[in-house]
């Protein structure tokens, strides 16, 4: 497929044959925050089954390895991926890089497992050397207008931040609830320094394309990857930046805008929004099926 037309898909078994790997996002693509969604899981483990791997790449603020629990407690089988690669893992290896430091954590207790280990000590914001973000305290009554406050206070200091979520927004059944992204933008906003731990970064492409090398036994052409996900400014921008192929789910966060009912793509519609895009999906679908 040429990258400067994107292909409405009806199916990944349309393309499956000119990939050995999937880069796949989590969120919005295999669940939705409260239930797998099963043709997703059928098509990854239809790709796998012709020989394919399939590398779940999410910006998840925790280990990969505690990613496969939350999975299966969405009906998500083991059967449908071959390893996980999350922004957690990558934050973890710039926060062991600061070394015995005191941080400023911002996220919720169900992130905590992306601290543990680590050499540093969490403090406030008036003792911290540096800010961790995996999201905010509370996503579920709060926004970004809350940290306001917080914010200044670390500008004022000079704290650098690591943004273990560079997400925005996600879905979370129904609802829309801000990431950890949103507080990182804010940051930036004011002048603060943001390093961003996963999607659209290129750190977390070249640890997913390290494992994918591993997995297949040898080099991985970029050409054979296909990086599958629902965002824009994520997925489809870090996918052309990294020189991979996308295919973009449309009814993920972008839902609303390409208009659709579950499962019901409009080519006309898809074709505006794609217009209105600075970065363009290789290929197009509602939903990831085989």
């Keep these: 497929m040429a990258r400067s037309e994107t292909k409405i898909l009806s199916g990944l078994g349309e393309v499956a044959d000119r990939y050995d790997v999937l880069f796949c996002d989590v969120w919005g693509v295999v669940h939705n925050g409260a239930a797998a969604y099963p043709g997703a899981s059928d098509a990854m483990r239809r790709f796998r089954e012709k020989g394919g791997k399939v590398i779940l790449v999410s910006n998840a603020p925790r280990p990969g390895a505690t990613i496969p629990a939350q999975l299966r407690s969405l009906a998500v089988p083991d059967e ?105 933008e804010a940051y930036r906003a004011i002048g603060g320094h943001v390093a961003f731990a996963g999607k659209p970064h290129r750190p977390i492409y070249v640890e997913a394309h390290a494992v994918a090398e591993r997995l297949c036994g040898g080099p991985v052409g970029a050409e054979r990857i296909l990086a599958v996900g629902d965002a824009f400014r994520t997925d489809v921008a870090g996918a052309v930046a990294y020189g991979v192929d996308s295919l973009m789910i449309a009814a993920g966060i972008h839902a609303e805008e390409f208009g659709l009912a579950l499962g019901e793509l409009n080519a006309e519609r898809a074709a505006a929004v794609l217009a209105r895009s600075a970065v363009r999906p290789t290929a197009v679908m509602d939903v990831l099926v085989w």
């Design 80 to 184: 449908a991926w071959d390893a996980i690669v999350t922004s957690g893992d990558v934050s973890r290896r710039l926060i062991e890089a600061r070394g015995a430091k005191r941080f400023l954590h911002i996220g919720p207790e169900r992130d905590k497992p992306l601290l543990e280990g680590m050499p540093g000590t969490e403090g406030d914001v008036d003792d911290a050397e540096f800010i961790v973000c995996s999201g905010l305290y509370d996503d579920t009554t709060e926004t970004p207008d809350d940290y306001a406050e917080l914010l200044d206070r670390a500008k004022a200091r000079g704290l650098e931040m690591i943004c273990a979520n560079p997400d925005l927004v996600v879905h979370r059944g129904g609802e829309t609830v801000f990431c950890g992204g949103a507080i990182g």
